[in-house]
């Protein structure tokens, strides 16, 4: 099975702060992704890569598959970004499921 | 809208009756999941249907049954409710490994 590890479990920020959260996983992937999960919400699929830099709006995700590591940044932070922010990678062995992290509680305050 | 449907959202149930959770998906996608989601565990996958006719067990099974009724359908049933199956249910779909997943909206299932 893929072990996943975020960090930071949560962070604090003030609007308008640059935010990165990091993802590391401990077997070889196809691809990775970042989830978002507001408040008693549901979850929303923000990125899947495989390689390289997406950027969508004020958020960039990284990854580099030598390291087995993934950054998600957001630029600019607002009140609204408020979220869990979730990665998840292939279970070892299968592309048809995924290993979730425990997720990154993000706080931005006005 | 195109998406995946989910019902009921919100459930009590007493200990010992059954329920069906039912999860509909309209973007012809192959693959469908549910997962459960508790307190400080993440998400955790209880089984999934790799594609129409086919189902299989994911980490934590017991206590639940599934049916992929057609290629839109992935019902999830708990026979027996038991406390410890209080959690946040969520369907997905994909279409596949090189797809992002597409959730539900989430059910909240209480057993008392």
């Known amino acids: 099975k893929n072990e996943v590890e975020q960090s930071p479990q949560n962070l604090t920020a003030q609007e308008g702060e640059f935010i990165t959260i990091n993802c590391s996983y401990s077997?070889?992937?196809?691809?990775l992704h970042w989830l978002q999960q507001h408040p008693g919400g549901g979850i929303v699929s923000l990125f899947m890569?495989?390689?390289g830099k997406k950027k969508h709006g004020r958020l960039i995700a990284t990854i580099n598959i030598q390291e087995k590591h993934s950054s998600l940044h957001i630029t600019a932070s607002h009140p609204r970004d408020s979220a869990v922010y979730i990665c998840?990678?292939?279970?070892?062995?299968?592309?048809?499921?995924?290993?979730f992290g425990k997720g990154t509680l993000l706080t931005v305050n006005p | 809208n195109a998406g995946v449907t989910q019902t009921p959202k919100f459930q009590v149930l007493k200990t010992g009756q059954s329920m069906t959770l039912q999860c509909a998906q309209d973007?012809?996608?192959?693959?469908m999941y549910w997962y459960r989601q508790d307190p400080g565990m993440g998400l955790r996958l209880i089984y999934y249907?790799?594609?129409?006719?086919?189902?299989d067990k994911g980490e934590v099974p017991n206590g639940y049954n599934v049916s992929r009724l057609n290629k839109r359908e992935f019902s999830l049933r708990l026979e027996s409710a038991a406390p410890s199956q209080t959690s946040v249910y969520f369907c997905?779909?994909?279409?596949?490994?090189?797809?992002?997943?597409?959730f539900g909206s989430g059910t909240r299932l209480t057993v008392v």
């Open positions: 997905a779909s994909t279409g596949g490994a090189n797809y992002g997943y597409t």
């Open positions: 249907s790799a594609s129409e006719g086919t189902t």
């Open positions: 890569l495989s390689s």
């Open positions: 998840a990678v292939p279970s070892g062995g299968s592309n048809y499921k995924l290993t």
């Open positions: 973007m012809n996608h192959n693959s």
């Open positions: 077997v070889g992937i196809s691809a």
